[in-house]
């Protein structure tokens, strides 16, 4: 759902003044080859991705000579060699920088600053220790991805200086297979965001970022799109300021300890598709408790409502007939919920999952089921419905 802009993402950017990132050292084995054939084709690769050298900073990397006294290579003192240092600073070097980086395993200083490298992917890296708290300096930075590490320690205040950014990753990414690895950064999101209006998705998902979401949260990010700030520790309430995020399609708070009323905010996010709010304290416990859900009513494009496992009382307000008619996914259970399930859940005809589980609903099931007819997926177990009159689809 996000836009790119080709020209913006054509566009170089220098990484300046300073780019220096450590990588963790100490579980590395170097190769038992004196040759160390895996250091000098990392660097031959990194070379090839060097579109412009300007200063011939790289004119002195050919396979004549051993690779350790390369310009800007410094290696382990003791054999086997192996590449502890790669500095080229200031030297105009233009092009991406090569993911064979990657593989020189004993590399613990990279200063690649002030150059005119573009691109700056470091997801899936295995990268550890923390987001160096001056990335606040690459101002302009315009995606930042680094999702798939090892990374942890608090998210750079700094960050909110980069008024350029429009993606922030920093997810664990589950999607290829791999058995994944985990980000494990603490903290909170900066207590004072600044302007992130360029900002169209924010990933936190999976790290263990606590505290509470600044109140001001939702004013900082006016265009953000998709938030995802998924099984984090996140404590106290949803900050009414979400209301003012108004380009907000996705929205996924789930698993963490958010407590307290779900806020009213939601009818002016007119493009909400997801809400995810599942596993968390939040509570319904009178009608103001339950205004939240009237004002869904405004979200025409929600798809996927998830509310279940929190503290949510009382009967379904009827206004449940007033949801998005394109409402597919529709998760209540394992809350607090009792009395008879309103009929006129019936409309909601476009319900592929609907989930009551773990309740205490009572009465019969009504003809509401047999309406649902696009369902695949129906939860009502644990709860006292009696099957006294007829149930037929
Ligand atoms: C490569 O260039 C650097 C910087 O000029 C120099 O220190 C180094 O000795 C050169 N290495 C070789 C193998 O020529
Ligand atoms: C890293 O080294 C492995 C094994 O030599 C090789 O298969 C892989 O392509 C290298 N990765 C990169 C990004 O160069
Ligand atoms: C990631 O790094 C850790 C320690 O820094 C190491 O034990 C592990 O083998 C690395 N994983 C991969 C896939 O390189
Ligand atoms: C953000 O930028 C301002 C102005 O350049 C600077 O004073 C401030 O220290 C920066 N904040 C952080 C957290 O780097
Ligand atoms: C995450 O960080 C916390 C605090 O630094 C630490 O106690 C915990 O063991 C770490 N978890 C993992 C999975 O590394
Ligand atoms: C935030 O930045 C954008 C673009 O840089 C600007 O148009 C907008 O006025 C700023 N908003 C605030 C509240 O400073
Ligand atoms: C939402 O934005 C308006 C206009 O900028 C502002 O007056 C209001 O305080 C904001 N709401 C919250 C809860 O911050
Ligand atoms: C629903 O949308 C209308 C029109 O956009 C708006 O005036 C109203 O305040 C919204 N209701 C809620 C509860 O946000
Ligand atoms: C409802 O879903 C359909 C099909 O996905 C889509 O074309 C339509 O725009 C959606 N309606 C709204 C109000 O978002
Ligand atoms: C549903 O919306 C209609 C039209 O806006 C309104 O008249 C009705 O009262 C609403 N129903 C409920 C149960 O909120």
Avoid at 101 to 126: A, I, K, M, R
Avoid at 161 to 184: F, R, V
Wanted: aromatic share 8%.
């Amino acid at each position: 759902m996000r836009h790119s802009n080709p020209s913006a993402e054509l566009a170089m950017f220098m990484v300046s003044p300073l780019l220096l990132l450590r990588y963790g050292v100490g579980n590395v084995h170097c190769s038992t080859d004196h040759e160390n054939s895996e250091d000098f084709h990392s660097l031959l690769d990194f070379k090839k991705d060097i579109t412009d050298d300007p200063n011939g900073a790289l004119s002195n990397w050919t396979s004549k000579t051993h690779f350790c006294p390369w310009n800007g290579v410094t290696c382990t003192l003791r054999p086997p060699s192996c590449v502890k240092e790669l500095i080229l600073p200031g030297q105009n070097l233009a092009g991406q920088i090569s993911p064979s980086l990657g593989n020189l395993t004993c590399l613990n200083l990279l200063d690649l600053s002030t150059n005119n490298f573009h691109g700056l992917g470091l997801y899936e890296n295995n990268l550890t220790g923390v987001i160096p708290p001056r990335i606040g300096l690459l101002t302009k930075l315009e995606e930042l991805l680094l999702y798939g590490n090892n990374l942890y320690g608090v998210i750079p205040p700094g960050i909110g200086n980069i008024t350029c950014l429009s993606i922030i990753d920093l997810l664990e990414n589950q999607l290829d297979g791999a058995i994944p690895s985990k980000n494990n950064l603490t903290g909170g999101i900066p207590r004072t965001p600044s302007n992130l209006s360029s900002l169209l998705e924010l990933s936190l998902a999976f790290n263990n970022l606590g505290n509470t979401l600044p109140s001001s949260f939702g004013n900082a990010i006016p265009n953000l799109q998709n938030l995802y700030l998924g099984y984090n520790s996140f404590e106290g309430h949803i900050p009414a300021s979400l209301g003012n995020a108004s380009g907000l399609t996705d929205l996924v708070l789930s698993a963490n300890n958010i407590m307290g009323q779900i806020p009213n905010i939601f009818g002016k996010l007119s493009g909400l598709c997801l809400l995810n709010l599942e596993q968390n304290m939040l509570e319904a416990r009178d009608s103001a408790g339950w205004e939240f859900f009237d004002a869904l009513t405004n979200c025409s494009s929600l798809s996927e409502l998830a509310l279940d496992a929190n503290n949510l009382q009382g009967v379904i307000p009827t206004s449940i007939a007033n949801l998005s008619t394109n409402l597919t996914y529709l998760l209540l259970s394992e809350n607090h919920l009792y009395g008879i399930v309103p009929s006129s859940i019936g409309k909601l005809n476009g319900l592929i999952s609907l989930s009551l589980g773990y309740n205490s609903f009572t009465a019969t099931i009504g003809e509401w089921v047999g309406k649902l007819t696009n369902l695949q997926n129906l939860i009502l177990t644990d709860n006292y419905f009696v099957a006294r009159e007829t149930f037929s689809l």
